[in-house]
Nanobody
């Protein structure tokens, strides 16, 4: 059984930073592209960032470029999302997702497995 478990969410002031982590089990982690998505209240789930299985390629939504960094440690079955310069528009539930094919795409429908999500709240 595949499990993705997110951690690191919380409440932070605008301009602050958070680091999200996602640990996978039940899958050959280094064969999966990993992505982060988010969903704010009343809005659709949107792509945030993705990283190819090897870590050699990454992809970011325009809204987070230059502020967020995705990385992975395959030996620990972990993908991280470092979030800096947070603002109120970043408030959402953040989800980790995995897909077994390239590239590091933005389409949620292509992802096979999802975590339960972790809440990020940015106070202004």
């Amino acid at each position: 059984q595949v499990r993705l478990v997110e951690s690191g969410g919380g409440l932070v002031q605008a301009g602050g930073s958070l680091r999200l982590s996602c640990t996978g089990s039940g899958l050959t982690f280094n064969m999966y592209t990993m992505g982060w998505f988010r969903q704010a209240p009343g809005k659709e789930r949107e792509f945030v960032a993705a990283i190819r299985w090897s870590g050699s390629s990454t992809n970011y939504a325009d809204s987070v470029k230059g502020r967020f960094t995705i990385s992975r440690v395959n030996a620990k079955n972990t993908v991280n999302l470092q979030m800096n310069s947070l603002n109120a528009e970043d408030t959402a539930v953040y989800y980790c997702a995995a897909k077994h094919v390239d590239p590091a795409g933005i389409d949620a429908a292509e992802y096979d497995y999802w975590g339960q999500g972790t809440q990020v709240t940015v106070s202004s």
